[in-house]
């Protein structure tokens, strides 16, 4: 029995509820290490979960790929950080299981960021300041930037050794951006993804200089595919083809989410909760059109706290 259950305030329902949704929260995450050691899919119930509630289920192949250790890892944090911050005499409220799922998911994040670094890659490709930022912010074109950053992410990514760039996967996703009617793997369109790369590292070249090109892209993706990682949960990711990590959408969406919590747990409205937990965020940042129109209408922001939080209700539900 994990540590955290010490000060569960009630073991019958919330070990197997927050079980549960830590389980499918790191399935993706599981399920890498199974396909990385050519065991098969995970078709076992969580450990703890409403199936197996004593954890007394046969589970020797998930033990021995590192399925059970994520999991537990992962659970034990967010439990643990749930009961810290709710602490109610009896059962936990609905924000209670938000939270956890919120906790689980941040956790998730920050192995996949170690797993990053661990590969010599950067931490978080999607930062805006640092050298990182300073290279995004220095490629004239936008797509320069974006390739950029798939490039960081792609070659401290969990996947298969890679002796070139992924040609096809940059081509389908300059589709995606611009629109456009390229064929993956025809040689025109290879070409062409070819010279934005060129121009890309020219830029990262000019601006942080040739060590840092080899030490945090060239050296990473030499080495890629030499040892087992953790991909973040299914929410936090791209498709595994494309092979990026959005970490900056996924932790600005969990400080906003948990500040959320902390004032409507103090009694704030839902509308003036979540005003003040973006603007929070946000600080001195311009802030996005969509939020502009938004925060000044009273009406539009009470619903869309509303359905922020029977969005969470639903998914936790489901889990």
Known sequence: MPQSVAFCTAPDTCLPRSASIVWSITRRARQALHDAHGSGPCHR???????????????????????VDLFM?????????????????????????AYLTSSARSQLAELNRQGRVARGGVARPQRRDGTVGRIAVSCEDPW???????L???????????????LDA??????????????????????ELRADIDRCLRVV????????????????????GGSVSV????????????????????EGADAVL???????????????????????????????????????????????????????VQEKEAA
Do not use: Q
């Open 205 to 224: 070249r000019e601006v942080a200089g040739v060590g840092w090109l080899h030490d945090c892209l060239l050296l990473p993706l030499a080495n890629r």
């Open 152 to 166: 960081l992410g792609y070659t401290a990514s969990p996947g298969p050794r890679a002796d070139a760039w992924p």
């Open 73 to 97: 890892e992962v659970w034990t944090s967010a439990h643990g950080a749930m009961h810290m911050r709710f602490r109610p005499a009896g059962l936990l409220p609905e924000a209670a299981f």
């Open 170 to 191: 940059l081509i389908c996703r300059k589709n995606a951006w611009d629109g456009g009617g390229r064929v993956p793997g025809s040689g025109a369109a290879r070409d």
């Open 45 to 67: 119930p969580a450990p703890f979960g409403d199936a197996d509630r004593s954890a007394r289920r046969p589970r020797e192949v998930c033990e021995g790929v590192g399925c």
């Open 231 to 250: 991909p973040a949960d299914d929410t936090l990711r791209l498709s595994p083809a494309i092979g990026e990590n959005d970490d900056a959408l996924a």
């Open 144 to 150: 320069l930037a974006d390739v950029f950053r798939f």
């Open 258 to 312: 948990r500040d959320l919590l902390d004032r409507t747990a103090a009694g704030a409205g839902p509308g003036a909760a979540l005003y003040a937990a973006v603007e929070s965020w946000l600080g001195d940042a311009p802030r996005p059109a969509a939020w502009e129109a938004t925060r000044r209408d009273d009406i539009a922001l009470r619903r869309l706290a509303k359905r922020l939080v029977s969005d969470l």
